[in-house]
């Protein structure tokens, strides 16, 4: 069972704006600015979205923005497109033993 | 351009032992963490574990950990994940990727499928 929390499925219209949270505690999310966030269609590999909470990779969208407040760090997607359609990761450094935890992972779907 | 690229897909009887890689190249391999992530079938990601190539410095999930051992040839820019007595519940696709000290995941292989069944 994952430390972190997010919503099991987002679905929205194209064009429109969705945001996903990822809900841990102070010793992950809330304690550090290790958060990542990956994308992942089906039967392909998985991709980084977003690290250190809102910083962007080269050639990543800049549809995709990461934020953070307090234990809960979010995902937004604006001008949502199909291609967006696929699942989302969140990640982050945790104290203790486990060092890194993902979350459970949501699916996007586009109307 | 870095490229991970892994081992070929893997059928084997519950009890065998395995051993998997991930070979890096275009860019520095002892100068970025490689770690293992499992994603069973229709499951999402767990982290495995993670070593630092250069020294060897090696850490595991404590859910993986006694189960899987994680190593690297720093000659062949190979890393590698191995179980001595796999169980059915191993059967999964194993991605490695890099990380280049902030907990972030920048490049993945192509993952491995590995298939336990008797």
């Known amino acids: 069972q994952s430390a972190l929390t997010q919503p099991a499925s987002v679905s929205a219209s194209p064009g429109q704006s969705i945001t996903i949270s990822c809900t841990g505690s102070?010793?992950?999310?809330?304690?550090?600015?290790?958060v990542s966030w990956y994308q992942q269609h089906p039967g392909k590999v998985p991709k980084l979205l977003i690290y250190a909470v809102h910083n962007r990779p080269s050639g990543v969208s800049n549809r995709f923005s990461g934020s953070k407040s307090g234990n809960t760090a979010s995902l937004t997607i604006s001008g949502l497109q199909t291609e967006d359609e696929a699942d989302y990761y969140c990640?982050?450094?945790?104290?203790?033993?486990?060092?890194?935890?993902f979350g459970p992972g949501t699916k996007v779907t586009v109307l | 351009e870095v490229q991970l690229v892994q081992s070929g897909a893997e059928v084997k009887e519950p009890g065998e032992s395995l051993k998997i890689s991930c070979k890096g190249s275009?860019?520095?391999?002892?100068?970025?963490?490689i770690a293992w992530v499992r994603q069973m079938p229709g499951k999402g990601l767990e982290w495995m574990g993670i070593?630092?190539?250069?020294?060897?410095?090696?850490r595991y999930s404590p859910s993986f950990e006694g189960h899987v051992t994680i190593s690297a040839d720093k000659s062949s820019n190979t890393a590698y994940l191995q179980w001595s007595s796999l169980k059915a519940s191993d059967t999964a696709v194993y991605y490695c990727a890099t990380d280049s000290g902030t907990y972030q995941f920048d490049n993945w292989g192509q993952g491995t499928l590995v298939t336990v069944s008797s």
């Open positions: 102070s010793s992950d999310v809330g304690g550090y600015d290790y």
């Open positions: 275009g860019y520095s391999f002892t100068s970025y963490w």
């Open positions: 990640s982050s450094y945790t104290s203790g033993s486990t060092l890194l935890v």
């Open positions: 070593m630092y190539p250069e020294d060897s410095d090696t």
